[in-house]
């Protein structure tokens, strides 16, 4: 009939089971979390390329906030330490046409 010992084990088992896919998932978590580092760190260059013409338009510098005013030196599409607020795309210098933020 029933077997206790089978039960035992079979509960065993699932719990050695969730314990693996435990052990696997928090590198692959922590992997992921890498990858999405680096692709940040990728977007957050010291320039990106014109959507339109492909020049370079640098997003290191010294910013002025268009909400509130506030200037900071740094990345153009990192959010205002002030008011938050996160210009939605950057102008191209050399044909004036708009490339969206990456970021968002
Ligand atoms: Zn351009
Ligand atoms: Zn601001």
Redesign the pocket.
Known sequence: MDNPRGKVSGKMSRVVLRGAIELYRVPIMAALGVVRFLATRELLDDAILCATCGAEIAILGLWE??????TWAGWYFSP??????TPPYISCNVCSASTANPLL
């Not at 906030?65 to 506030?70: D, I, L, M, S, V």
């Not at 205002?80 to 607020?85: A, N, Q, R, S, Y």
Request: proline letters at 0%.
């Open positions: 906030c268009g909400r509130c005013g506030y205002c330490e002030i008011c938050g607020d």
